[in-house]
């Protein structure tokens, strides 16, 4: 039997950047699109520190944003949000365990449906009694960091 390695030794290698070098320029990519949502356009990249720094300008400059990133964030989370997502769960194959499953696997999904009907989870406010992570609040979120980090 092969011996199982610590858990310390396999969160190392899932977050070591030199497994997948690709994974370290991606979250270049992901941190400067956030940067530039939030406004942050005259950035530079510090290779020595390996993070983004606002440029050394006079203070007196005007340094004029155009957020075109942000304007095209919300019209791709306007369009994804008002479509009506719906999950379809098909057979791998044309056998009658294969359809089966999927058959069973729909009527979990409008079981799942119908129980939870747009909240998530037991956390619910002591104001409204509402619960306070609806599922189109995770939606919003969820849209938003897959629109800006393309990930």
Same mark, same amino acid.
């Given at each position: 039997?092969?011996?199982?390695? +610590? ?12 497994? $997948? ?11 400067? $699109? ?27 400059? +005007? ?12 019209? %791709? *989370?306007?369009?994804?949000? $008002? !479509? !009506? ?5 098909? +057979? $791998? ?47 919003? *979120?969820? %849209? ?8």
């Amino acid at each position: 039997m092969a011996e199982e390695k +610590p858990i310390i030794d396999v969160v190392n290698d899932l977050f070591d950047d030199n497994q $997948n070098p690709i994974r370290k320029v991606m979250e270049r990519i992901w941190f400067r $699109n956030i940067l530039y949502y939030l406004g942050e356009q005259w950035i530079d990249w510090i290779v020595s520190s390996n993070t983004f720094r606002r440029k050394s300008t006079h203070p007196l400059m +005007p340094t004029p944003v155009s957020n075109i990133i942000r304007d095209y964030i919300r019209t %791709i *989370k306007a369009m994804i949000l $008002n !479509k !009506k997502m719906s999950i379809r769960i098909w +057979p $791998n194959s044309t056998e009658e365990e294969d359809r089966q499953a999927a058959e069973l696997g729909e009527n979990l999904l409008q079981w799942m449906d119908t129980e939870n009907d747009g909240y998530l989870g037991c956390f619910h406010s002591a104001h409204t009694g509402e619960s306070l992570f609806s599922r189109l609040s995770i939606r919003r *979120k969820a %849209i938003s960091s897959v629109s800006i980090s393309g990930q």
